[in-house]
């Protein structure tokens, strides 16, 4: 379960931090058994704030739907502009399990 406070959320059950990471790693091993990849992202990664064309970082309030980049001009779906950037975050991430 997910606490947000101050902006900012937090894990409240340490439940879903052994689901995700250990203790039977129930994650790692329904994607053993479907054969698919568990890739786990920082969860301050700026997937929705960095333009998916060039790279630039811009601030953008939650109730903006469509990300439009200062430096290169793109206008995307805010949704994504953010899937393009987990896509291709996939090669840069570490397993934070183990």
């Known amino acids: 379960m997910w606490v947000y406070e101050n902006g900012r959320s937090y ?7 052994r689901f995700i990471c250990g203790e039977g790693g129930e994650l790692e091993y329904k994607c053993q058994w479907y054969g698919s990849e568990l ?3 920082d969860r301050f990664f700026p997937s929705s704030k960095t333009c998916s064309n060039c790279g630039h970082v811009q601030d953008m309030p939650l109730e903006l739907r469509t990300y439009d980049c200062k430096k290169c001009g793109l206008s995307i779906d805010r949704d994504l502009n953010a899937s393009i950037n987990l896509r291709d975050a996939v090669g ?7």
């Open 11 to 17: 894990i409240k059950s340490i439940g879903v931090i």
């Open 39 to 41: 890739v786990v992202i």
């Open 92 to 98: 840069l991430t570490v397993n934070a399990c183990g």
